[in-house]
């Protein structure tokens, strides 16, 4: 694509994202770029710019937006101030590797380092937490540095970019002529796949009697959820997911053994340290899924499918690392692995999930004491929905239940901030969710701290009329840290309690339909009217105060030093 | 093995980029690593540039920098090398008072002996030159400080690997 007439910079900073096929940006105006935001105007029947309540929304709502559309989120801010409150958006992007593509306003050229009114050093301060950045100060520079950001946040292992553009950048005029990058000579995004170590790796599996799949989101960054489901199912091998990986199968599938890690299940935790061959397959061993790294699955041979080499060796030895694509190795594997049924060892899964029903699961979604339990609401939104909706989750005790007991028929269906813990995260990335995929049931499911953190997204729902359904599970404290201070530190809770205001009154201020339920028989009703609503709806649910999450591996504790209670 | 605290010189092949110091300074900075020196320059092919970085760390600890560090865009390849395998050369320069050259005849000898230059005397002051490894330049340093140094200041270290690096064929392969 190119054409021949000058344009401003400004100009071609909107023409670069309609080449690149972005039809929603998110953001918030200011001085340094205006420019930009005087074309977004003249191009809106193009580009939907969503004006969110703080910059931070809208890096959430474009991670939201990328997480279940698979497409780069873009989100632009001034300088100074605005460009600093994306920090946390992005360093919440890096670690869950999302792409996303953040434009930034600068100060003019002549001014940069003088101090100057909103000036700051975001290319220094972003550093740490992109995978690219970038100054532009020549107007020139800007079609191929865009396209350089889409590239770089998409391929790969995906990430986010930030581009820094001056307005005197933005002001001057130029030839526009735009190309798309399709490679950079300094950077190979995605390794070639080696056929001994495929080989290797078949010869492994082939030859287990105790094997284990642990699969992370690289399964779903990489499309392969239908060879992935292959893989599965002629090895016969249990697979368990990471808090990132879930619904890139169905939650209801037989082989399907559900999460590691901290806050996981009871049986995949024990086992880990059973199983003979461990294979990773897109995911990087944090530490909330390994906990103690020198008792984790020691006894086992390590298989690892990965794309980005660094994670290789970095937390735990891979005695054969598959290194590519997960599309692409799990292709080129399926040729070399036999049929195999493994149902003696999968009958220890069940054994062990019959144990963790009958001490934790039964208790949390078919409670029989008075207070509500979050998991019962989970289990209430999964009966409306039929496991259809995307379920976006904020931090801490709320998102652990959710993520535990919400089912899944389609991927990318979870959408949490798991790597960083970002609390404020859910209420703007559902919003972004929802508007890529407006088909789509989106349902925000967030604890009353976190909600608070970014609260006055709910501007955003009611001016952009983006039709979400919100549930705040209301235990009138900051949950995770509260359960922590009662296990490891007696109960002292410190500034964990939280006197909350009046959540349905908010709602309605924005003229936002909501409900507020404490009574175990309204659960059910309310939970139908806000899944039936053609609206957003907010829906707050006043929960047993002082519950805890269970299972749980201790920190600095082995996976299978997990307890019950 | 992997675990002992050892000096690694770390060379790294990169595009000319603004802010890619800062990028890989902030590697080591997250880990909480002391850079012994670091020195950036062109390198044998047009165009790209060598950082030559010298840490105290275990090998465990180096291989997984190595693989943050690679990973940046604008890197074409990051090496690590023990001490062994490298080339390797220091620069410095010290600042004396003229007097003392022919008051103490000793540091004639000095100068000598350690095949330091003398780049410039003046009535005050002379200032000597010193390329070589770490410990030459800190033996001449202690045996000069006896007679008093107004001024000293050293180079990091700058390396050549021993074995072949490869760049060329790294960039050829690329086929944009």
Redesign the interface.
């Known amino acids: 694509m190119s054409s021949q007439k000058k344009i401003s910079g400004s100009e071609a900073v909107v023409k670069c994202l309609i080449a690149e096929g972005v039809e929603i940006i998110y953001g918030y105006p200011g001085g340094a770029i205006m420019p930009v935001y005087d074309e977004l105007h003249k191009y809106e029947d193009k580009i939907h710019h969503v004006l969110t309540r703080h910059e931070q929304g809208a890096t959430h709502s474009a991670q939201g937006f990328a997480r279940i559309s698979g497409k780069v989120g873009v989100a632009i801010a001034t300088s100074g101030p605005g460009a600093t409150n994306l920090v946390t958006g992005l360093a919440d992007a890096q670690i869950d590797s999302t792409p996303m593509v953040c434009i930034t306003g600068q100060v003019a050229s002549h001014l940069l380092g003088s101090d100057a009114f909103q000036e700051t050093d975001i290319?220094?301060i972003s550093?740490?937490v992109t995978?690219?950045?970038?100054?532009i100060t020549k107007a020139s520079d800007i079609p191929n540095i865009l396209a350089k950001a889409f590239y770089?946040a998409k391929s790969g292992r995906p990430g986010p970019v930030l581009i820094d553009i001056t307005k005197d950048a933005q002001f001057e005029m130029f030839d526009f002529n735009y190309s798309k990058v399709?490679?950079?000579?300094?950077?190979k995004p995605v390794p070639k796949p080696q056929i001994t170590s495929l080989n290797l790796a078949a010869d492994l599996i082939n030859n287990a009697s105790k094997p284990m799949i642990v699969w992370g989101q690289g399964v779903i960054l990489s499309e392969a959820e239908k060879e992935f489901l292959t893989f599965v199912e002629k090895t016969g091998i249990p697979a368990a997911w990471t808090i990132m990986g879930v619904s890139a199968i169905p939650t209801s599938h037989p082989l399907n053994v559900g999460m590691v890690g901290m806050h996981g299940n009871y049986a995949p935790n024990m086992l880990t340290n059973e199983c003979d061959l461990l294979v990773a397959i897109g995911m990087r061993f944090d530490d909330r899924v390994t906990g103690n790294l020198d008792k984790y699955a020691k006894q086992a041979k390590v298989i690892h499918f990965e794309i980005?080499?660094?994670?290789?060796?970095?937390n735990v030895k891979a005695d054969v690392p598959v290194l590519g694509d997960a599309k692409e190795t799990l292709t080129k594997i399926l040729p070399l692995l036999k049929s195999r049924k493994h149902d003696k060892w999968l009958n220890n899964f069940k054994k062990l999930y019959k144990i963790e029903y009958d001490s934790v699961i039964k208790n949390d979604l078919f409670p029989t004491k008075e207070g509500l339990t979050m998991g019962e609401v989970i289990k209430e939104i999964n009966t409306y929905t039929k496991g259809n909706a995307a379920v976006v989750t904020d931090v801490g005790q709320h998102q652990m239940i959710a993520c535990r007991y919400a089912e899944f028929n389609k991927s990318r269906s979870n959408i949490t901030s798991g790597g960083l813990g970002t609390m404020g995260f859910a209420l703007p990335a559902a919003i972004g969710a929802k508007m890529a995929c407006p088909e789509r049931e989106v349902v925000a499911v967030i604890g009353d701290g976190g909600y608070q953190m970014t609260i006055q997204e709910l501007g955003t729902i009611f001016q952009s009329k983006v039709p979400v359904k919100i549930v705040v599970l209301n235990n009138s404290f900051l949950g995770m840290v509260r359960q922590w201070q009662q296990l490891f530190f007696e109960k002292r809770y410190a500034s964990t309690e939280l006197v909350n205001p009046d959540f349905t009154a908010i709602a309605k201020a924005y003229y936002i339909k909501s409900k507020k339920v404490s009574k175990r028989e309204e659960l059910a009703t309310a939970v139908e009217e806000m899944i039936k609503s053609k609206e957003s709806f907010f829906l707050e649910v006043v929960v047993e105060k002082e519950a805890n999450v269970f299972p749980m591996i201790p920190s600095g504790a082995a996976v299978s030093d997990i307890r019950l209670k | 093995m992997e675990k002992e605290i050892k000096t690694f010189t770390v060379s790294i092949y990169t595009e000319n980029n603004i802010g890619l110091l800062n990028r890989i300074s902030a590697i080591f900075q997250r880990r909480h690593i002391n850079i012994e020196s670091l020195n950036s320059s062109v390198s044998e092919i047009k165009g790209v540039y060598r950082f030559t970085i010298i840490v105290k760390v275990t090998e465990l600890q180096i291989k997984k920098i190595i693989g943050q560090i690679d990973k940046q865009i604008e890197v074409i390849k990051a090496y690590y090398h023990n001490e062994d395998d490298t080339i390797y050369q220091e620069s410095c320069l010290f600042k004396i008072k003229s007097s003392l050259l022919f008051d103490d005849r000793q540091i004639q000898n000095i100068i000598k002996d350690s095949n330091a230059r003398i780049v410039t005397v003046n009535k005050e002051f002379f200032v000597l030159e010193k390329s070589g490894r770490r410990k030459e330049i800190d033996n001449l340093y202690d045996r000069l400080n006896e007679y008093g140094i107004l001024q000293f200041v050293r180079s990091g270290a700058v390396s050549i690997t021993k074995q072949p690096m490869n760049i060329s064929e790294i960039l050829s392969e690329f086929k944009n």
Do not use: C, F, L
């Open positions: 290319v220094g550093t740490p995978k690219w950045n970038h100054q770089i399709t490679g950079i000579r300094s950077y980005d080499p660094a994670e290789i060796n970095k």
